[in-house]
């Protein structure tokens, strides 16, 4: 019950991701083949809201629902090639399936239930990830 708080904005986003034409498969193939700005636009957009956002929080030293101080920790040089591994591993599924992991329910939401097949791979990577992290470099 304590998430149920957060259904309507989600189906909110994914509304407003569906209206526009983020989760389009054909917009996202575009974006692959440097054919329309339209996916960097959104991503830019994202991205610089996010870095705007990262300041407010360290400046105003705004807190968590609990009144713990946001804390942003730095990330660790030495684990470049396991970001490039997977954020190529990232990539490659979203130019193969035409979806970020995002937006893959509202895909399904919409009526395109071939999508059925990425989030359950989705969920057995994760899931499989989860049973085999222990044993994997961190």
């Known amino acids: 019950m304590k998430t149920i708080k957060y259904l309507f904005p989600g189906i909110l986003f994914g509304f407003v991701l569906t209206k526009a034409e ?17 996916m960097y636009g959104v991503i830019g957009s994202a991205v610089l809201i996010g870095m705007i956002s990262i300041q407010l929080i360290k400046y105003f030293k705004l807190r968590d629902k609990d009144g713990n101080e946001i804390q942003i920790a730095p990330k660790d040089s030495s684990q470049v090639k396991r ?16 979806a970020c992991p995002g937006p893959l329910f509202a895909l399904l939401g919409s009526g395109i ?3 059925l097949v990425p989030i ?7 899931y499989t990830y989860g049973a085999l992290m222990s044993k994997l470099p961190h």
């Open 83 to 98: 970001y490039l591994i997977g954020g190529t591993l990232f990539g490659f599924g979203w130019a193969l399936t035409g």
């Open 120 to 126: 359950f791979a989705a969920l057995a990577g994760t």
């Open 113 to 115: 239930t071939v999508y």
């Open 22 to 38: 983020v989760v389009s498969w054909f917009r996202i193939q575009e974006m692959f083949r440097f054919q329309d700005i339209h």
